[in-house]
Nanobody, 127 residues
Framework: EVQLVESGGGLVQSGESLTLSCAAS????????MSWARQAPGKGLEWVSG????????YYAESVKGRFTISRDNAKNTLYLQMNSLKSEDTAVYYC????????????????????WGQGTQVTVSS
């Protein structure tokens, strides 16, 4: 059974940092690309960042580029999202997602590129 369990969310002040983790199990982690997405209150799901199967390629939404860093430890079956210089607009539930392949596709229908999702972790940034 595929499981993705996010952790590391919390309440921080604007300008502070947080690191999210996603523990994966039930599949061969290093065969698949992974991504982070988020959903802010009253808004739709937004893709945030993605990483290829071996970590060799990383991608970011413009809204987080330069502030967030995605990484993975294939030996630990864990995905990370280091979030620096957090802003109030980063407030959202953050989800990790397993890609259907080993690479990231930046497409309008991006949500269909993922077949499993975690339960999410809340990040709240106070201004």
């Amino acid at each position: 059974e595929v499981q993705l369990v996010e952790s590391g969310g919390g309440l921080v002040q604007s300008g502070e940092s947080l690191t999210l983790s996603c523990a994966a199990s039930g599949f061969t982690f290093d065969d698949y690309a992974m991504s982070w997405a988020r959903q802010a209150p009253g808004k739709g799901l937004e893709w945030v960042s993605g990483i290829s199967w071996n970590g060799g390629n990383t991608y970011y939404a413009e809204s987080v580029k330069g502030r967030f860093t995605i990484s993975r430890d294939n030996a630990k079956n864990t995905l990370y999202l280091q979030m620096n210089s957090l802003k109030s607009e980063d407030t959202a539930v953050y989800y990790c997602a397993k890609g259907r392949t080993g690479t990231i596709k930046i497409v309008a229908t991006w949500v269909h590129e993922y077949d499993y999702w975690g339960q999410g972790t809340q990040v709240t940034v106070s201004s």
